[in-house]
């Protein structure tokens, strides 16, 4: 069954930028969409993005306004998410999740990794 773990979590300034990864362990995901979420403190969780199996396909929330991008290695099994001009709104847990279709609805995602934590500072 494939694992996903997501790393290249930090502590940043507001206006920096992060790159996160989610390698995918114990089988491939090329052939599935990957997705982001996040959950801030106190906070839902929400759609961030995604790409499609193949790609480049991608398609963001509103509130990403061209910040971040998506980006897979297919060879590598990995999918990684560029975060550019964080702001302190962005602080979450970010998690990567896999699903046979291209949504943004959480519950089409059957397999998820751990998260890794972002905080943003002021």
């Known amino acids: 069954q494939v694992q996903l773990v997501e790393s290249g979590g930090g502590v940043v300034q507001a206006g920096s930028s992060l790159r996160l990864s989610c390698a995918a362990s114990?089988?491939?995901?090329?052939?599935?969409?990957v997705g982001w979420f996040r959950q801030g403190p106190g906070k839902e969780r929400e759609f961030v993005g995604l790409i499609s199996g193949w790609g480049p396909s991608t398609y963001f929330a509103d509130f990403v306004d061209g910040r971040f991008s998506i980006s897979r290695d297919n060879a590598k099994n990995t999918v990684y998410l560029q975060m550019n001009k964080l702001e302190p709104e962005d602080t979450a847990v970010y998690y990567c999740?896999?699903?046979?279709?291209?949504?943004?609805?959480?519950?089409?995602?059957?397999?998820w990794g751990q998260g890794t934590q972002v905080t943003v500072l002021a």
């Open positions: 114990g089988g491939t995901f090329r052939n599935y969409a």
């Open positions: 999740a896999q699903s046979p279709v291209q949504t943004t609805q959480a519950t089409s995602y059957h397999v």
